[in-house]
């Protein structure tokens, strides 16, 4: 069985992750696959409307397949991993300006590059399964497939507080955040997928769309955009200890045990994205982090301890906060030369598809 599955419905092309096992991850022969599908449908007059959905009950997408990054990050020189982002962050550009509707229905986990796959679309479903996060701090990585833009888009200062934290939010949070349109219940979404075959997307999401259960972050507003908004990682942690509220100093406790070396990259690219602009270019900025992810000991050490041997003990490199130098962290943001991902340059000339 692939691993990517394509069906016509009516006016509707579909696209099913079909890792079910592993959680839909992604993978680099998926992402390809995607993107020859994407280019069918665009010149197919009789496809309408792209529907996106993962196999399986847990959720559409769980990210990449870092399993498959840790081993090559460990045993190899890097090259299939930047060959595997060179090719999903112009997936996530693609589908970002995609010309007819595209529909992501971010039902249960959507994780890292689940995200990708999804939150960049002209129409984002959740439910009140959803759970949605971007965790890359956890495993000595950072934000990435257009991540860091799309939480420097949110309000106030929750982006910095989901990309540090690395926290996952359900459905009325992703609206809050920008992260999804519409909110539909998980048992309305087989009739939702069969009328998008039929009818225009606003008249089958006027069907189903309902008001998601309360979110969490609405209340936590006032101290989480006091306190991530200071400049520092180390001051964020500060002001949340100094905070009364017991949910702040979860949250330090909860940055603490991130690698300290991404916790502060994370905070520069997200401030840097701000100023950055389009997506293109922030993908650009993505991919140069990324890279050098593969030469930090973190990202090896990250995974290992989540996901290979899963013992949630990694030993950081540097383990605290204050040897992380800024020196450190601008090593991370230098140019790739020849191998950069050159995104920008289209995203100049070319205007944002809005549905």
Known sequence: ????????????????LNRPGALNALTHEM??????????????????????????????CAGGDIRAIHDDARDGDGTASAAFWRDEYRLNARIARYPKPYVAVMD???MGGGVGVSAHGSVRVVTERSRIAMPETGIGFV??????????????????????????IGAADALLCGLADHHVPSAALPALVDALAELPVHDALARHVQAPPPG??????????????ADTVEEIVQRLLAQGAPAAKETAETLLAKSPTALKVTLAALRRARRLGPLERVLDQEYRVSCACLRSPDLVEGI?????????????????????????????????????LGLAAASDSTEEVVW
Request: charged share 25%; net charge negative; proline share 5%.
């Open 1 to 16: 069985m692939s691993d990517v599955l394509f069906r016509r419905s009516g006016r509707a092309a579909h696209v099913v």
């Open 31 to 60: 992402v390809l696959r995607v993107g020859e599908a994407l280019t069918r449908w665009e010149h197919d007059p009789g496809v309408e409307v792209v529907v996106v959905t993962g196999a399986g009950e847990r959720g559409l």
């Open 108 to 110: 249960g986990i959507v």
């Open 143 to 168: 934000p990435d497939v257009g991540g860091t833009h799309l939480l420097a888009l949110a309000p106030g200062e929750l982006g910095t507080y989901l990309a540090l934290t690395g926290v996952p």
């Open 216 to 229: 969490r972050l609405a209340g936590r507003r006032d101290w989480i955009d006091a306190c991530f908004r």
């Open 304 to 340: 290992r301890a989540q996901v290979v041997d899963k013992d949630r003990d990694p030993s950081w490199t540097p383990a605290t906060l204050v040897e992380v130098s800024d020196a450190d962290v601008e090593r991370f943001f230098t140019s790739l030369g020849e191998r950069e």
